[in-house]
Each structure stands twice: as C-alpha cells, then as structure tokens.
C-alpha cells in the first residue's frame, strides 16, 4: 500500500507540474509545483475513451457525461450518487400541479460558477442559466441555435420540445415549466446529465464573439470541479471549483483523467499504483486482480442491457424471417460464458429484471440453426452480405464487443449469412450509428432514471429514431403504448402499458437482446467512499483519497 501511494503521489506531481509549466508560458519554480502537488489531494481516474465533447446536452454515451457533466455541471435535479432517488440540485425545492402539468421550481441562491482562464462569471447562477438551458434543449429557433447548431438527441427522443409548452421567469430565483400534457417521467428527466445546467452569461460571450461552438470545448459550470485541459486520448484535468455551493463534501483538489483504452492496462496502473480509480474490466481480469491483493474490487449487478440492434431501414434486415433467423442462430449462452464469464446474466427484455414494469413472461426463440437457415431461405435471403459493427470500448453492457462480433459472425456463417465486420472511434461509432449507418450494431444501455421510459421511449420509439434508436424501428402500437404511459401517474397503468409494448418489441425482434452484466471497479486501498452509480455514472463527488 505504501509503494503504491508513492507512486500515485509522484505521478500526480508529475501532471501537475506539467500543467503549471504549459500553456501559458508561465514560470513556475518546480520544487514549489512539487510540494504544492504532495499537499493537495489528488485523484487518477483510468478512464476507458476520450469524450467526444463536453457539452452533455449533445450526447448520450457515459464515456462523456463522466468527463463533463458530473465533474464540472449541476443538475436543476439530480440522482444520488448510489441510487435513482432524485433530490435537490440547482433547484432547492419545487412544486407539481394537482394536474401534472406545472412545476415550479424555487432555485438556490448564492451558487457560483466555476472561473476559468477563459470566463470569469460577473454573477451568481440564475433563472436566466435555466431557462437558456430549457430554451436550447426544446427551440430549433432559438437564437444560440441559430449560432452553434447541435443535435440534443436525448431531448429529441423524449419528446421534451413537444412536451414542455412554456418556460416563465417568475423572480430571478424561481421559474415556471408548464406541460403539454402530463408527463410522469419529467423530473427523472430532468436529472439526467444531459439537462445539467449552463451559464446563459458564458453563452452570451460566446456569441458576441463568434465563439459559440466553444461551449463544447471550453465547458463552464456550477459543478465540484473546474475544467483545466485536455490532451485527446491523452488526460483531462480538473481542480475544485473553490466556491462549490456543496463544497464541504469535495475532499479532491485535483482530478485527472488519465485515458487508457486498454482494460488490461487499466487494471495493471491500478494494480502498480498509477492510478486510484478504473472501471469496465474484462471478466477475465477479475480474477488476476482480485489475488493480487493490491487492489479494492468492487461489484454490483448491472442496470444495464447489452444487445444486437438490426437496421430495420435496410431492405435486407425489414423482413421479420431475416431478424427471426439471425436471432434462432445466435448461440447466446456460449456467446455470454465467453464474453461475460461469470459477470452475466442472459437478457430477454429490452430493460433489466430489476427496473420495474419488467414483462417475467416473456421467453427467448430457442437456439436452432435448421430452423433459421429455413427461414432465410423463406426470406430469399441466401448468401446474404452484412456489415457488423462492434464498440472499440469496453462498456459495462459489454466488456469486449470485438469477441462477442467474431462470434456471431461465426453463428452467423453456419446459416449462410456473410458478416464483415466494422468499427471505428467512439465518438465516430456513436455519430453515425446514429444516422443509420450500421446494418448490425453492437450497443447497450445502462439505464439513466430508474423508469421504463428510460429504456422503451428512450431506445425504440419513434422519436427516438436520429438518435438512440439505433435498429430505426418505428411501431405505431409500440409507440403509442410508450407515449400513453408517459401521460398517466398511476403505476399500475403504466405497468400493464410496458408490459404490452415490451410484448411487442420480442414480437418484432429490433434487437436480440444478449446479456446485463455485472459491474466492476478497481480501486486503490486508500480511496474511500467510492460509490458505483446503478445508473452508470463514475462520479468523486464525496470520494476521497488518504
């Protein structure tokens, strides 16, 4: 324990002085960057990609809401760090309409957002930063829209610019959002990173200067840290934001990002005491860490699902024989004892059996390649060709994709199907699996709310299509269903309505659903209070480091 606590703290020295000594041609007198570094707290999170921005309201993928939202935004709401209870964030208190409709929400005064060597703020957090937020999420016509034009597709796929009617500015410390129509999900939405919260101020800078895509890449925000720099596939690094409204249970002073794609890579720094903190091992190197001794191995099962997703646009793939025999012809089990080891648990829903509203009748097709090979045939699909794509990432819904391809392009080649497989950069994977361009992609969830909306409307409902709908599916009574349940409080209701629809989603087969995993993070002994998120964030607010 003593080696490896050496080793952190002169390597966080290390990055630090670097960071003193770059960018800005500043002098630095290196015995003092040293002793400053040894003093201060400091924290090295092995992370497993680069961010493909940091500006959450763009994107849907952990690898940046851990980069951006959590450590350098606040949500008006947000989730515990180890549960889906939503408490207080930004917004100290609000008040829901007897008809669900109105919420009103009393914001907290005094909050600061973070100064940078880019913006220093000339006021406090604000009705003005949320309804800029709010009005950027929902209006294509507002005007920074206009200056910067993104994509918000998780916004987009929950319905929100249809759902939210009206944004009213009561006092500067209280503002109105008023419904179209009964939404029970709205405030489990709104805790979700991509609704965190911007600096309308910032915003204005930005665009009288001309800068206004700089939002993405120079974050500002009221969160426990401050963005300082970042080094593609390389490091991000953070320091405390010194006038945190909840800066009592920050215990970091500074925080890196040490990129490393490499799983085995991650668990040997951690295991060699180069960095305190890795997530998403592959099930192989459990085991080797576990009897090393060096290293705290925490587990829990996963809120999560991994799965095959069929571009239903594509001719080849829009007849339901084709989805049914590439599904018959997978060998799940074999696939999951490979892939997962021990960390798995077959998926048969489209969400877990431990998110509420789960269908327990619903069965997988059996295994059978003569029956699939039929089917193909049925479909005049002999010989057919298919392109397969697979994460460059490990995730915790899959710890290793490339293996999971090679196999079913294995199963797939014993009923005639031709595979190739494909893949690309994270960020470049996401982006165009998002405009359709996979025939079969390899993805996952892990669950964001706690509700099923999360995974039904968020996933495979039409709105959704552009965005996290990766297989493009869009069915009527599906959707209606998803939609009907978002407009009703009552659970019950809402049950029986998740119910019927996760019916019809194994009905037409979008997806194969192949496995939730269990979750793993290393870290080192002397990190405390570590909490791994059932919702999948890798957060430090509340860690500390002895």
Not at 69 to 96: C, H, M
Not at 189 to 208: C, G, Q, R, T, V
Not at 338 to 358: D, F, H, I, R
Request: with cysteine; hydrophobic share 35%.
């Amino acid at each position: 324990m003593q080696k490896s606590f050496f080793k952190l703290t002169m390597l966080a020295t290390l990055i630090l002085g670097v960071s003193a000594c770059s960018g800005d041609n500043k002098t630095t007198d290196d015995s003092a960057a040293s002793s400053d570094a040894k003093a201060a707290k400091t924290l090295l999170y092995c992370s497993e990609g680069s961010p493909a921005g940091f500006d959450p309201a763009q994107y849907t993928a952990g690898t940046d809401f851990d980069a951006s939202a959590y450590p350098i935004y606040n949500g008006l709401v947000q989730f515990k760090r180890d549960g889906t209870e939503v408490q207080p964030g930004l917004a100290e208190s609000w008040d829901i309409s007897e008809d669900g409709k109105t919420y009103t929400f009393n914001l907290r005064k005094g909050v600061k957002f973070g100064k940078t060597d880019y913006f220093t703020p000339s006021r406090d957090f604000n009705a003005d930063d949320l309804i800029f937020t709010l009005e950027r999420l929902t209006n294509p016509d507002f005007e920074f829209n206009k200056a910067y034009p993104a994509e918000f597709p998780y916004s987009v796929g929950m319905g929100l610019p249809d759902i939210i009617s009206n944004i009213e500015k009561v006092d500067d410390y209280t503002v109105k959002v008023t419904l179209s129509e009964t939404n029970a999900p709205f405030l489990q939405n709104l805790a979700m990173p991509f609704a965190y919260i911007n600096s309308a101020e910032y915003a204005d800078k930005l665009m009288a200067s001309g800068n206004a895509a700089d939002l993405n890449t120079k974050p500002v925000g009221t969160g426990p840290f401050v963005f300082t720099s970042y080094q593609k596939d390389a490091q991000i690094r953070y320091t405390k934001n010194p006038d945190y409204w909840d800066k009592d249970n920050i215990y970091i002073d500074n925080l890196v990002f040490v990129i490393t794609k490499d799983s085995a890579v991650r668990a040997q720094k951690v295991q060699a005491g180069e960095c305190h903190v890795s997530a998403y091992p592959k099930p192989a190197e459990i085991e080797s860490v576990k009897k090393s001794g060096k290293v705290t191995v925490l587990d829990q099962p996963g809120f999560n699902v991994g799965y095959v997703g069929y571009n239903v646009e594509k001719p080849k793939l829009s007849d339901l024989k084709v989805r049914q025999a590439l599904d018959m012809a997978i060998n799940k089990d074999a696939i999951i004892n490979a892939v997962y080891q021990s960390e798995g648990l077959k998926a048969t829903n489209p969400m877990p059996p431990t998110q509420w509203g789960y269908d327990e009748s619903l069965k997988d097709a059996p295994y059978d390649v003569e029956k699939a090979k039929a089917l193909i045939k049925e479909a005049g699909a002999d010989n057919m060709s298919i392109d397969l794509w697979y994460m460059p990432v490990q995730r915790p819904y899959n710890p290793n994709a490339k293996l999971m391809a090679e196999m079913l392009q294995a199963d797939w080649a014993k009923i005639g199907v031709n595979t190739k497989l494909v893949t690309y950069e994270w960020g470049e994977y996401l982006k165009r699996a998002a405009k359709g361009e996979p025939d079969v992609i390899l993805a996952g969830w892990t669950g964001d709310n706690g509700d099923p909306d999360n995974w039904l409307g968020s996933l495979l409902s039409c709105d959704a299509v552009g965005g996290n709908n990766y297989s493009r599916w869009c069915n009527k009574d599906f959707d209606n269903l998803v939609m009907k349940a978002r407009q009703v409080t009552n659970q019950d209701e809402r049950v029986n309505d998740y119910v019927q629809a996760q019916q019809i989603f194994k009905e037409q087969l979008p997806w194969t659903t192949m496995a939730h995993s269990v979750v793993t993070v290393f870290t080192a002994p002397n990190v405390v209070d570590f909490k791994i998120s059932p919702l999948g964030a890798v957060r430090f607010d509340g860690v500390k480091v002895e």
